[in-house]
């Protein structure tokens, strides 16, 4: 800026200071649009940081331990033991799932059973109820072992303290219900209730056998724990085959951190979506102000002040009010984690405390001001623009030409700096990307709607009606609301429109399609010589059923192309591939289901090298290509195989698949076990009770999942995920339905004179009413329409492109919509309306 300038600068800020002395009036939907959405970004990313903050705090009490070595399907030999021994005190737990059955057989569940040895816990505090010492609560009573059972385990079972289990061959008590065990966070979620039990209850149970899916932790209290994060390393290359996953106390719930940081992200961008809706009111209010003050810029412009310091004046004027707003949402945000993490300490075993993130606030706040300052300019520029004898003669500005192009660069960068901003905070940039390009084009198509519905209008055959002929000439005529409508709904009701198609696309896979294509029951840890014996047990029970079966063994990546992938940038669509161990197989032939996608099938008796099979869609998002190699541990041993070809997989039909299929030659000779599921669509819920008794009570180690109970379990999930985004949405939707006000208000000036000259004219205030209700109907009735074909393309998007499943449009939301759009256009225009129509017409006469 020029020294000269300065003089002038000083002297709008003092003008703009004197100004406001005369209150807020007009601008209080500013403000609310301000910080509602500054509000959700500033409370999102301060519970989510509130959340990530306890995570990394407390991670020792987690993960009970400074460091955990876990290996599946195996322990520890003498070596690695010895090794694991120098660092400090070791506890081991090993877990597995199995089913616990009642005495008499007549009951059986699923559970998650961990077995701890009288170290556990390190860090931290198991609580039950009762509460007494731990090693006393699985203490040995005769041939009885004690356990601590989960509340939800007792509830399926229908038994109490002091009742008796048994869990393979293993006689148990249950001596306590499992109020929180310190490190479950860390283990990951589980489907079914925790039973907690010592070491030598599980070695009772025979549960342990070659090719079990075991996995056995061990958690360690250093000696030097200033070493915690040199370690991995240390184990890895003396170790190398060790095929052990490390995980240190400053990452003790890495998923949950993850999985976190997305909803927060996700949740940050719908927030983001209210602000820049709210951006639209933040532009109709400037205008409406500026409009307001035709006189006073007309008083500047003839006393001499230069067009610049007069834009300076109402500029200073909109940033304070919008300071204003930016400070409650702010607070807004600054209270959210203290009411939050009360609500989530029913979900989240963590023990949270709230306090100020000043980084979170400080990005909502730079998302308000860009956001005001963006949205501003514009309407700025253009009372710039309007020479002080147009405002003399009582015309409003003229918004039909774009103003000139230095306010047109400044809004754009604004706009691209807003962009920037949430592309660089976003942890899934790719993402972000897209869903700000969706609003950019949203906003392009809605400004187009508007044009077209003005256009249809305009070119509408004269129809008898007087009141439907004025309200289609209100739709098209010069100041128009038509486009602050349309604007103020549109974005809203389509982001409500796409979640609620995703949500209940969702409901209805899990309820419909994949309920009824997916397997009755998954047969786990079948051992070699109990194969033929479960299928006989199944085909008993079931004789019209389809059994497959496939040999199982648990591999974790370490390497492609013999690069470590812990130094890779995976994408984080394919992270999941190599988080921990998988399932993997080897087979003859092309699986049942699955086809090539690229490359050749080996042959028969194949001898060569060893070949894996991979499937497509994981296989691009991890970057790999015919003739890769891929290095998976199993059993400690690393084994290298070449990728042959890919397989496209159905992972939604919920039968056996695997993300690697290996030759059968790469594990001759290895001990494994065996998957097997049922499809059985006529059997009844009874039939499914009598083939989960049977199957439990002959093989007491084979663990039977009806997958209609994880479903459930998966439905429910889902509805508590629901609720938090419909929470999101919901917000988007208040501040279109207070833009949408706003931008009514604005117009009630010209409204005004139009009321009073039709009922000078004759016109009665019925007739009004029912123009202006046309008006809002047919332009509420637009808008749904755009929300439907928007919304319903977004979530078809994201549905079968993101999340792989059929879409399909739901004629509910439709209606839904259709019906809240006229109801909410019709009635907030009509509230405004109606004080309209009470004017009197000789103060407003004057005025023309």
Known sequence: MKPARLPSVSIAWRLALRELRGGLSGFYIFLACIALGTGAIAAVNSVSKAITDAIASQGQTLLAGDIRFELNNREASGEERAFLDSLGQVAVSTGLRSMARLTDGSGQALVEAKAVDSRYPLYGKVESNPQQPLPDLLARQGDTFGVLAAPLLLERLGVKVGDELLLGTAKLRISATLVTEPDALSEGFGFAPRLLMSQDALRASGLIQTGSLVEHAYKIKLNDPSSRNTLGAIANKQFPAAGWSIRTADRAAPSLTENVDRFSQFLTLVGLTALIVGGVGVANAVRAFLDSKRTTIATFKCLGAPAFVVTLIYLFQILMIGAVGILIGVLLGAIAPYAALGFLRDFLPIDASATLYPGALGLAALFGLLTTFAFAVLPLGHAREVPATALFRE????????????????????????????????????????FLAAVAGAFVLLRLVASGIAALARRSPRVSSPALRLAIGNIHRPGALTPSVVLSLGLGLALLVTLALIDGNMRRQLTGAMAQNAPNFFFVDIQSNEKDGVVETVKRLAPDGKIVQVPMLRGRILAFNGQDVGQMNIPPAGRWVLRGDRGITYAQNLPEGSELAGGSWWPKDYSGEPLVSFSEEEGRELGLKLGDTVTVNVLGRNITAKIANFRKVEWRSLSINFV?????????????????????????????????????????????????????????????????????????????????????????????????????????????????????????????????????????????????????????????????????????????????????????????
């Open 395 to 434: 015309q409003s500005f003229d918004q039909s030409r774009w103003p000139s192009w230095p306010y047109l660069l400044a809004g754009g960068m604004a706009l691209a700096a807003l962009a920037g901003l949430a592309i660089f905070a976003a942890e899934d940039r790719f993402i972000a990307v897209v």
């Open 660 to 848: 690697m299929v290996f030759s059968p030659n790469t594990f001759r000779g290895a001990p494994h076990a065996w998957l097997a599921t049922l499809m059985d669509s006529s059997a009844s819920p009874a039939q499914e009770g009598e083939i989960l008794r049977a199957v439990t009570a002959a093989y007491p180690t084979v663990t039977t999942v009806r997958v209609k109970d994880a479903l459930d379990i998966a439905s429910q999930l889902l509805g508590q995920l629901a609720t938090a985004i419909r929470a999101a949405a919901a917000v988007a939707l208040i501040a279109s339905v207070l833009v949408l006000a706003g931008a009514l208000a604005s117009g009630n000036r010209a409204r005004t004179h139009d009321a009073v000259i039709l009922k000078t004219l004759g016109g009665t205030r019925s007739m009004l009413m029912r123009a202006f209700s046309y008006e809002y109907m047919i332009l509420g009735l637009a808008t749904a329409i755009f929300a439907l074909f928007a919304g319903g393309i977004s979530a078809w998007f994201v549905v079968s492109r993101i999340m792989k499943m059929p879409a399909t449009f739901l004629p509910d939301v439709a209606i839904a919509t259709l019906v809240g759009a006229l109801v909410l256009t019709v009635s907030i225009g009509l509230a405004g309306t109606w004080r309209i129509l009470g004017q009197k017409a000789a103060p407003v006469l004057r005025e023309l």
